[in-house]
T-cell receptor, first 117, second 111 residues
Framework: NAGVTQTPKFQVLKTGQSMTLQCAQDMNHEYMSWYRQDPGMGLRLIHYSVGAGITDQGEVPNGYNVSRSTTEDFPLRLLSAAPSQTSVYFCASSYLPPTGSGANVLTFGAGSRLTVL | GESVGLHLPTLSVQEGDNSIINCAYS??????FIWYKQESGKGPQFIID?????DKRQGQRVTVLLNKTVKHLSLQIAATQPGDSAVYFCAERTGRRALTFGSGTRLQVQP
């Protein structure tokens, strides 16, 4: 029972490089999302998806792309890394309850620390 | 592991005391509020949630209080233990989709 798996755990990039953070979940969750966590700022939503083929922007989407070709995977792509993207990135997933019912309780991965020099 | 944050408000309590962590939320249309706990080097973990039509909900050793008049949420932890040391986040949900998280409070439990 792996839950939400993120890779890599650590990555160092140079400004302008591109890379993909991988996220996979084995719980058949419809909802998947990416957050970044910076000191003193909590978790900010980058992009999210409510199902395969459907993605939407969160609070801080600029500089990131996502796709959702399968239910299990939700990769986050940095197109041209910048020092401002140095952060810890968390992927999270959940079932998507019907409107008006229970909250979608997120299951988080362990995080990926990205440093952009 | 992943560090959580270096400049968070910190609540320091003695082991066995009760802890109260506060959170102000922003959107009066939010229908759910959730508390998460994040230990060092780990992702956040769900603690308890509350619907906007409730003002109190209790779990095991935890109670969440919601005051919609002043948009305030609190998490009370009874008989705080060293294992409760972590960063605690409140989150609000508007509609069926994304959660918006607060900036977090670090709880330090002194033995």
């Amino acid at each position: 029972n792996a839950g939400v798996t993120q890779t890599p755990k650590f990555q160092v990039l140079k400004t302008g490089q591109s890379m993909t953070l991988q996220c996979a979940q084995d719980m058949n969750h419809e909802y998947m999302s990416w957050y970044r966590q910076d000191p003193g700022m909590g978790l900010r939503l980058i992009h999210y998806s409510v199902g395969a083929g459907i993605t939407d922007q969160g609070e801080v989407p600029n500089g990131y792309n996502v796709s959702r070709s399968t239910t299990e995977d939700f990769p986050l792509r940095l197109l041209s890394a910048a020092p401002s993207q140095t952060s810890v990135y968390f992927c999270a997933s959940s079932y998507l309850p019907p409107t008006g019912s229970g909250a979608n309780v997120l299951t988080f991965g362990a995080g990926s620390r990205l440093t952009v020099l | 592991g992943e560090s959580v944050g270096l400049h968070l408000p910190t609540l320091s309590v003695q082991e066995g005391d009760n802890s109260i962590i506060n959170c102000a939320y922003s959107n009066s249309a939010s229908d759910y509020f959730i508390w998460y706990k994040q230990e060092s080097g780990k992702g956040p973990q769900f603690i308890i949630d509350i619907r906007s039509n409730m003002d109190k909900r209790q779990g095991q050793r935890v109670t969440v209080l919601l005051n919609k008049t002043v948009k305030h949420l609190s998490l009370q932890i009874a008989a705080t233990q060293p294992g409760d040391s972590a960063v605690y986040f409140c989150a609000e949900r508007t509609g069926r989709r994304a959660l918006t998280f607060g900036s977090g409070t670090r709880l330090q439990v002194q033995p």
